[in-house]
């Protein structure tokens, strides 16, 4: 048991690994819909062009939503509107008149009956079928129910309704009819004193019926046999064709996969997602290792792709159209930011691929998210610069742009009907991508990671830990500026990482801060403290500078990037001079009281500091400097550097190493302003 337990302390890194990448891939399958995909892809208005397709079982043909709103307006424009009506108001309107037309006209003879009886039919006919006081926005023709104590009374048109408003010229217009324009004022009077409005609508029973004939319209129209042939080879895809080949992929994706092989379905998932992030883990393995060995970096990097999974599935469940909104270009960009180009486009790829399964319009999709995830590779440069993120997202906005109006003419076959709004979402999409920087910081806090961004901070002079250093260590500051100007430029030669080399480079000495006298370029006084000391003691000194400066860094929060430089500055080289001192007198002395502790440089940006550094303080040895004097002098320096195996762990190259001492000599004869020596 002790042993198993044992064997699982030592591979706890694989064991990590292997555990986060089943646990990424089951939320990422729990994320996707379980459905199946249709195994044919077709596009309206192109040929097809696969093998004949035959009805594979029964199945309806599903009405377009064109169709389906079609229907809904129709059936909203023809659905009656009903009206409950209050009898009594109009018996009450007559029993009023009878009384106000006596005591307006009290003696009744022949032609006062022929008035009286004129007034009675106007008032008759205009509670025909009643009055309302709100007017509403509806067509004349429209089709109104009388409803008396939710029964139907009447059926008519909303025309056929007299108006409150319309009241005074329906009332002219019948006693003109009637020849008793002399009475007109009289009768007006009259009438608006008796006449009440007798209809309401019944909102609740009109909007009931108008849902229930809404509820009835029925989504298919017609049906397929199986076997019925549906699409030959070559066919055109467009018109009823079109719409049963989308019927038939629905009825694949919502029935026949969901319900009867959910389980084989899920499995299938769970193979190709776990394929594509073993793809990832099996390149980072190979091509990235240090990023491999690092739990927290794959993390990381398994964190992006499955939150760019869930931003995407999230904006699918609530509206599929806005798919383009949101900003898959930022995976590259901070993948970029915190480690390099390469592993940021291999991951996006991956995470497109991954997408594919839940997106519509897959290929389209695919490929519009990979042209913009190279132009952001390509594009963006320098990410600390803002102006340079600006103009890049610019670029990766109209690349999308220019892409889908590309897609849509091949679809289309026009321009006419292209939908504009498509086109701000791409914006807002951009704009999303300019959120990388504060994310980029955030990051940074989370997983303890660098960026360019701080990089470029810690480079500042100004800082308060370089500021102590100028202080303290005057000579070991102007020292460190010396070696980051000469680091600088050999990385920018080699294609390493030049911010990061700066930095390690300007902080690499902080550990002489405790100690600073005993270090030669601090020497103003020409006081050696040394001279006091044993060969042992002064070798002890000059080797802690090293654990000094990884205690200082720590407690000012250096990043680990930048400590590493620290680390391995002088690699598990000797203190030379005090080592051959107590050689003269002990001849049996040993190296290990006189080695740094290492570890060696294990990049390249590790290793051209220890070259930069070297060189650096042994040149202000040199006596009348000359070209070749500085020739011979850098490469006996790193000659003995790679001799002593120093940049084993480093991924450098002999090319890259020549390419170093050549930047070196040239920097050097620059310092000491040496004129080219020309051959006699």
Known sequence: ??????????????????????????????????????????DRGKPWQSENLLAPFDFAIKKSDDELKKERDEITKNSAVYFSIKPEVANDALDKYDQKFKDVFEEVDENKLKLYNAGKSILNSIYEYGVIEETFNYPPSKKVIILEDQKQKEITSYENLVKIENLRIDLEKAIDNKGFTQYKNIFLSLFFDVINPSLTLNKSI????????????????????????IISKGELVEGNKFDILKSLESEYESQVWSQKNYIWVTVAYVILVALC?????????????????????VTFIFFNVFLMVLLTTLIISYNSKYVYVVPLCVLPLVLKAFFDARLGLFTLVLTVLLLGFIVPNSYEYMFLQIIAGIVTILTVSE????????????????????????????????????????????ILCGLATLFVQPLIYVYEKLFGLVSDVSLLELSDTNTKLLKELSNKAPGTFHHSLNVANLAEASANEIGANAMLVRVGALYHDIGKMKNPTYFTENQSTGINPH????????????????????????????PDR?????????????????????????????EDDYQYPGPKPFS?????????DSVEAASKSLKDPSSTKINQFVESIINKQMETGQFLNANITFKEIESIKKVLKNKLANIFHLRIEYPE
């Open 206 to 229: 009109t909007e009931n019926a108008l849902q229930e004939e809404l509820g009835n319209i029925s989504p298919t129209r017609g049906s397929i046999e199986s076997g019925t042939l």
């Open 1 to 42: 048991m002790k042993e198993l337990i044992n064997k699982w302390y030592r591979n706890h890194a694989l064991v990590y690994k292997v555990l986060l990448f089943i646990s990424t891939t089951f939320l990422i399958v729990y994320l996707f819909p379980k459905s199946g995909k249709f195994k044919y892809s077709f």
């Open 383 to 426: 990410l600390y610069k803002r102006a340079n993120l600006f103009i890049s997202v610019g670029q990766i906005t109209l690349v999308y742009i220019i892409a889908y109006f590309a897609f849509f003419v091949i679809h289309e076959g026009n321009i006419f009907e292209i939908k504009v709004e498509t086109f701000g979402l791409f």
């Open 604 to 612: 390249k940006e590790t290793a051209i500091l220890m070259m930069c």
């Open 277 to 297: 992030l073993l793809m990832l883990l099996l390149f980072l393995r190979k091509y990235r290792k240090e990023v491999f060995l690092d739990n927290t970096k």
């Open 562 to 590: 930048v400590i590493d430089f620290i680390r391995t500055h002088h690699g598990t080289s000797l203190v030379y001079y005090f080592y051959m001192k107590e050689k003269e007198f002990h001849a049996l002395a040993t």
């Open 531 to 558: 001279e006091e000391l044993s060969a042992k003691e002064s070798a002890a000194i000059i080797i802690n500078h090293v654990i000094d400066g990884i205690e200082i860094a720590k407690k000012n929060n250096l």
